[in-house]
């Protein structure tokens, strides 16, 4: 074996081996869809995540917000951290922020 450089990545090439750039792909990084049977558990985990994330930050928010007896110092920093995460629940699932590799 020997070690080519290009770019800013390593390759090990095999000596013996005559593979397309599509076959040495497939072999090291997998498949570029997965099946029905991967993708729809995720995908229901990740809804679950998202939908009772945004629930429950929303109620926090509006709870602290709607009760003049919750304004307090800590309050004021969990309601900060529920609209953290709102962000990060509502800016980090977004399709339109991701590039997708073809």
């Known amino acids: 074996m020997n070690n080519t450089t290009s770019g800013s990545?390593?390759?090990?090439?095999?000596?013996?081996?005559?593979?397309?750039?599509?076959?040495?792909?497939?072999?090291?990084?997998g498949p570029k869809h997965l099946s029905l049977n991967i993708v729809l558990p995720i995908t229901?985990?990740?809804?679950?995540?998202f939908v009772t994330g945004v629930i429950?930050?929303?109620?926090?928010?509006?709870?602290?917000?709607?009760?003049?007896?919750?304004?307090t110092a800590t309050?004021?920093?969990?309601?900060?951290?529920?609209?953290s995460d709102l962000t990060l629940l509502l800016?980090?699932?977004?399709?339109?922020l991701h590039d997708h590799v073809e």
């Not at 229901?44 to 995540?49: D, G, L």
């Not at 800016?91 to 339109?96: E, F, N």
Request: some cysteine; proline content about 2%.
């Open 44 to 49: 229901v985990i990740y809804v679950f995540i």
């Open 56 to 71: 429950g930050n929303i109620a926090v928010c509006v709870v602290i917000v709607r009760n003049n007896f919750m304004h």
């Open 9 to 29: 990545y390593m390759v090990q090439l095999d000596d013996a081996a005559n593979e397309t750039v599509e076959g040495y792909l497939l072999r090291t990084r």
């Open 91 to 96: 800016l980090g699932k977004s399709p339109v």
């Open 75 to 83: 309050n004021y920093y969990l309601f900060s951290l529920a609209v």
